[in-house]
């Protein structure tokens, strides 16, 4: 099998996001979720709403961008858990977005998802819709990972100049911290204090800064699986196909071994593979994401490299706090986007920034 | 004896606050601090050492403001433990202010103490004299307290916009909340997240929102009573004589009970009559400050009345955390401003405030 293409491909780019499009738009981000970024279900029932009342958002790309635009991310901050039950106040973003201009003497035209990855690739389209401004079709990760300095524009060398957070309370947060391990902290400091969620929105760029520092084309390469996931019989083969990524075993989950420490979901799951892939075994390590994949103590695939355990049957990814035994599932590889591949990147967000003593391998696809 | 007279005095008022006049300011604070309020030992030699180099800071009242001034209250936010390890670095103030500028829209001229009492009574002089600002002839409390809900202007019904936060890394934060419980919510929050300790400026005021908001006068009274304790012979007495405070009792310390909960000094000291007062058995509530006298099962005085417990010999003032068995004592009581014997003072600030089921009774001088 060729090596797969970047998770980023520049073909096929939506002009819009409109409310059809939005439980592929969910269906995609949950595969790109690689097991974390949160339930979309919330998220899609939110944004499908807020798209029929406004019509379909804009979606431009980082070329389209012109001296006049200003992009800012917005995204949700805290346990997806809670996310489900606490939902966001009507007027949130607006706040958000007022004092995330104030703070920039500018105006903001565009709206980016943080992560494409889980429900933070969904609700940004809605959010965009609402304030009147477009949707970029890219976002700061190619997928999920759990801590702010894990940013494609980290990678890149963009400084984030602040941050804002808002609450449903109705507090205004405006952070100007040192770098982003400190906005991480004082961030999580802040969401606790609030009660479990809030929302955010952090790093402006412009069509010179974001050009080359944000993952592109991943809301179209998400509507696309997820539009492959739902329209196919063969939905796992459709996805795996869509991404370019490996079906490295299907098979039954047979022991679940996870604890939630720190915010964090931890631990691991171990699938025996059924019929072509009877008597392998596969491990999956898991922090909040599927981070390292091995079998007979080889390790197949590794973050930054995504990897989503997705249904057997049905093709939708199943988040790591959903796993449970005797699930029938197949798992997905496939290659980073090649800003994650640099030293920077693997620096920030290879095996050994989330504590796994591994040299990392370029996932290049194919079974063993 | 005559009712004790409010603790704002508007006679002897001071210019300004030189270099010399430190360590009465200090001894001054400790006793307005009520047991709280944080050591002033750090901040007296920091603030010496400022107005050392920058000479005296000018001392403005409530009276002198002009339209032109914008006065903002600055403060150490943090376990007063953590301050006398943890000390602000060299540039925190001028972040402060210059963040506290940009959001309020306008120059700052002056700066306020949030509360006299401790060692947020002592630094803000030599603060004002590093930034080239007045210092206001007032103060937030007219003694320590340990919420930012109990401040005056909460009780006058001024609101509070907005609030900055330092830290030594260099980090800001900008707060707009809802109320001054969510602010207190998120600066412990953003507090513990940067190692324990902050500097904050919040409460922006004028000429015309001062006026009746704040305890007027206390920087000057301060100094006064901290140039009684060391300018006399018998300085309990001097103390007393200068605040028009009552001695309720001179004695030994038989027993003290303290924990440390939530960031808190919690727990009761017993002390026993010696000399004249032998016989007599006073128990005093502490919570960081010292709350409520009792004796014989009646209660004394009590909050928002002041209450300091002082070395019987130097007059000096005893901090909560400082207390221990053997230490021979005089109490201290004296009426607070008029402000907090209001309705919303005491709703604020009085005993059920701190949990006890108690009627607030004026304390007007006297023994019993």
Redesign the interface.
Known sequence: MVPAPSAAPTRDRLASVASDDVAALAAGAAIFGTGGGGAVYTAQLATERALRETGPVPLVSVDELTAADAVIMMSGIGAPTVGIEMLSSANQVEVLLR?AEATAGRPITTLMAAEIGGSNGVAPAGWAARLGLNLLDGDGMGRAFPEATMIAMNVAGVPCDFAVMSDV??????????DLS?LE??A???T???GGLCLGAHYLLTAETARGAVIEGTVSAAVRVGRALLASSEPVTAVAHELGASVLVTGKIVDVARRTEGGFVRGSVTIAGTGADRGRLQRIEVQNENLVVLEDGQVLASVPDLITIVDAETGHAISTEMLGFGQRVSVLAWASDPLWRTPRGLELAGPAAFGYDLPYAPFEGGRR
């Not at 309370?169 to 040192?178: H, P």
């Open positions: 004092e309370v109705g507090n205004v947060v405006v952070m100007k911290t040192v400190w902290r004082h999580r400091a802040i606790v204090a609030s």
